[in-house]
């Protein structure tokens, strides 16, 4: 079998012949066997090519994902504030007492200062 290739320092339009092509490049057959491992391994890297295509075009199937994917961020999100809630409920019932005695006093002071004022 013979191929028309041009290479670079052959005049154009040379014959070379795909065994002498294949040893040239190291990467032929050498025998039936593993011409048929290359071939297995070929067809398996071509149908996987034409899987990821197929992916790329399924736009569909792609908006559906990505819309899992944020579905599963926002409840993250979600899960996230609650506990800060949580946490922001905790900080104030450890402040509660001293912001309830800081009111009272407030009140107090201002109830103080409305009785002197009438008297004058």
Known sequence: MTHDVRRAGSPAGAHVDAGAEASATGRGAKGPDELRRQIER???????TVE?????????????????DLRDRAGAMTVQLRSSVVHAGEAG?????????????TAVVAGAVMVRRRRC
């Open 93 to 105: 019932a450890r402040y509660r007492k001293p912001a309830v005695v800081a009111g009272a006093v």
């Open 42 to 48: 070929t067809r398996h890297e071509l149908g996987d």
């Open 52 to 68: 990821e295509l197929a992916g790329k075009m399924d736009v569909k199937g792609r908006a559906r994902a990505r819309a899992e």
